[in-house]
C-alpha cells in the first residue's frame, strides 16, 4: 500500500547524520526509520481512520483490567511468591539482563513528582502486551490505525487501581496522561522527543523490548508492581523512623527553620513542599480555633489537591484554598473566601495576576465572595513583575474588592503568633502530610520517600 506524505516533519535522533534513527511524521501516515551503515529498516504507522480493532481491543482491555478483575493483583502476587521463594522478579530469565536494569531504573526514578507518569504508563504497556501480544504498545492513540486508547484504559483500569491500594502511588483520577508530554502526537519509539522527568531512556527502551519481543511482559509486570511494594513497606519503616527523631517541642522559630530548611535549594519537588507546608499549617490554625485567625481565614480549608495547576473548569484558583461558607461542590457554586498560590524559586509574578483574572471572572465560575488572594514565597515574597500591565491588573483585581498580597512564608506563619504548642502541631501535621496520611484535609499523591529521608536527616 502506497500512502502519500504530506505536512512531513523529520525527527531524528539528534545525531545530525543521515545514518541513525528518523520518525517522520505525516498527514496519513508516520514512519520510523533506522539507518546504518549495512541498509535501512522502516516501520509505518498508517493513519487512514481505519482503525477496525481498536474498538474491540479497548473493550477486552477494559474488562480484563477492571479492578475487580484482580488481573494487577494476580500479578502483584505472584511476584511476592517469586521473592518468597527465593526468586527476585528482577532476577526472572524472562526479563534478561536489559530488562531487569530498565523496570529497575524505572521504579527507582520515582521520586516525588518525578517519574510517576512514566512508572505507571510502564505498568499500562506491559498489562496490556501481556492481555493482547499483538498489540503495538506504541500507537497509544487510536490516530493510528492500529493504536488504541490508552489514556482511557489507564484512568478507567491502571490509575484506578492504584488509587485503590496502599503500594505508594497515588494520581489524579484522570491518570498518568494528565502529564502531556505522555500524550503527544508521535508513536513511543525510541526517539520520542517530548520533554520527560524521569528515567526516559529506561522507559523507551523497555517498550521497544517488550514490542520486540526480547522482554516478556508478564515478567516485566511483576517486577515494576514488585518495585513498588517493596518501596512501600521501606517507606513505612521510613515513617516510623522520622517519627521517632521529631522532638517534643519546637519554639515558633525552630519549626519554621526545619521546614524552610527541609524545602530550600530542592530541585525537585519545592513547589509541592512549600504547597504542603502552607496547607499543613492553615489546618493546625483552623484547628486550634485561635482569636488571631484573620476574618478572611473563617471557612472551611479544601483538601490538598493532587495536582499544583488550578483547575479553571472547577473554579480553582491557586493551590489552597479557604471556601466561603456558600459554598456548593458543584460548578458554578464552589465559592471560595482566600486563595493561596505558592511561588518556589518563582521571583517575580506577572502572567499569574492575568490568569487570575481570567478565573475569578469567568462567568460559569463566579468568585464574588473572595477576599484576598496571597502569592507566597519561601524565604522571600515574589515581587511583581515591573510591567505596567501587571500593575494594572492588581489594580483591576483590587476593584473588586480583593486584596492582592505577596508574602513570604514567614510572614504568614508569623501573623498567627505562633506558640510551642502551634509550633510543634505543625511540625507534627507536616511530616503526617508527606507520609502520606490522611488527616481529614486530603492526602499527598506523589512517592515521598526522598521528601522524608531529607527530613529525617535534618532531624
Not at 491502571?158 to 498518568?176: I, P
Not at 526517539?191 to 517498550?207: C, F, M, N, R, S
Request: charged share 25%; aromatic share 8%.
Amino acid at each position: 500500500m502506497k500512502v502519500e506524505l504530506s505536512m512531513i516533519v523529520d525527527i531524528g535522533d539528534g545525531s545530525g547524520r543521515m545514518t541513525g534513527s528518523h520518525l517522520i511524521v505525516g498527514e496519513m501516515l508516520d514512519t520510523y526509520v533506522i539507518v546504518t551503515d549495512r541498509g535501512m529498516t522502516r516501520e509505518d504507522f498508517p493513519k487512514l481512520g481505519k482503525n477496525i480493532t481498536a474498538s474491540k481491543r479497548s473493550e477486552l482491555l477494559l474488562e480484563k483490567l477492571d479492578i475487580n478483575n484482580g488481573f494487577l493483583d494476580k500479578h502483584l502476587e505472584e511476584a511476592i511468591q517469586l521473592s518468597e521463594h527465593g526468586l527476585s522478579p528482577f532476577e526472572d530469565p524472562e526479563l534478561g539482563e536489559f530488562g531487569s536494569a530498565c523496570t529497575r531504573a524505572i521504579v527507582e526514578g520515582f521520586l516525588g513528582e518525578k517519574g510517576r507518569g512514566l512508572y505507571v504508563l510502564s505498568v499500562l504497556v506491559c498489562a496490556i502486551k501481556s492481555i493482547i501480544p499483538e498489540q503495538d504498545i506504541r500507537l497509544h492513540k487510536v490516530r493510528w490505525d492500529e493504536g488504541i486508547d490508552m489514556r482511557s484504559i489507564d484512568r478507567n483500569c491502571v490509575t484506578k487501581w492504584f488509587n485503590s491500594r496502599d503500594l505508594g502511588v497515588k494520581l489524579n483520577t484522570d491518570g498518568a496522561f494528565m502529564t502531556r508530554t505522555l500524550a503527544e502526537n508521535y508513536p513511543y519509539v525510541p526517539i520520542y522527543q517530548a520533554d520527560l522527568k524521569g528515567p526516559k531512556e529506561e522507559w523507551l527502551e523497555l517498550i521497544d523490548l517488550i514490542q520486540s519481543e526480547k522482554v516478556d511482559p508478564s515478567s516485566a509486570l511483576r517486577a515494576l508492581l514488585y518495585g513498588a511494594y517493596l518501596r512501600q513497606l521501606d517507606f513505612q519503616d521510613l515513617v516510623i523512623e522520622t517519627k521517632s527523631k521529631l522532638g517534643r517541642h519546637y519554639t515558633a522559630q525552630s519549626a519554621l527553620k526545619l521546614v524552610t530548611d527541609h524545602i530550600d535549594g530542592r530541585k525537585n519537588g519545592g513547589s509541592r513542599l512549600l504547597e504542603i507546608a502552607v496547607h499543613s499549617l492553615f489546618q493546625c490554625v483552623l484547628e486550634s480555633k485561635s482569636n488571631n485567625i484573620p476574618s478572611y481565614m473563617i471557612g472551611n480549608l479544601a483538601p490538598i489537591k493532587p495536582m499544583r495547576s488550578p483547575d479553571k473548569k472547577a473554579g480553582d484558583i491557586g493551590d489552597i484554598q479557604l471556601r466561603n461558607s456558600n459554598f456548593i461542590d458543584r460548578k458554578g457554586h464552589r465559592f471560595l473566601r482566600y486563595s493561596v498560590d505558592c511561588k518556589y524559586e518563582i521571583h517575580e509574578v506577572g502572567d499569574e495576576i492575568l490568569r487570575s483574572i481570567v478565573h475569578i471572572t469567568d462567568p460559569n465560575t463566579p468568585q464574588q465572595y473572595l477576599e484576598r488572594l496571597d502569592f507566597v514565597g519561601l524565604k522571600k515574597p515574589p515581587k511583581l513583575s515591573s510591567n505596567p500591565r501587571y500593575s494594572s491588573a492588581v489594580m483591576e483585581i483590587e476593584n473588586m474588592g480583593i486584596k492582592v498580597s505577596f508574602r513570604s512564608l514567614e510572614e504568614i506563619f508569623n501573623q498567627f503568633n505562633s506558640d510551642e504548642k502551634l509550633s510543634k502541631k505543625w511540625v507534627d501535621r507536616y511530616l503526617s502530610m508527606i507520609a502520606r496520611e490522611n488527616t481529614g484535609y486530603g492526602e499527598v499523591t506523589e512517592i515521598t520517600t526522598d521528601w522524608l529521608n531529607s527530613l529525617s536527616a535534618l532531624l
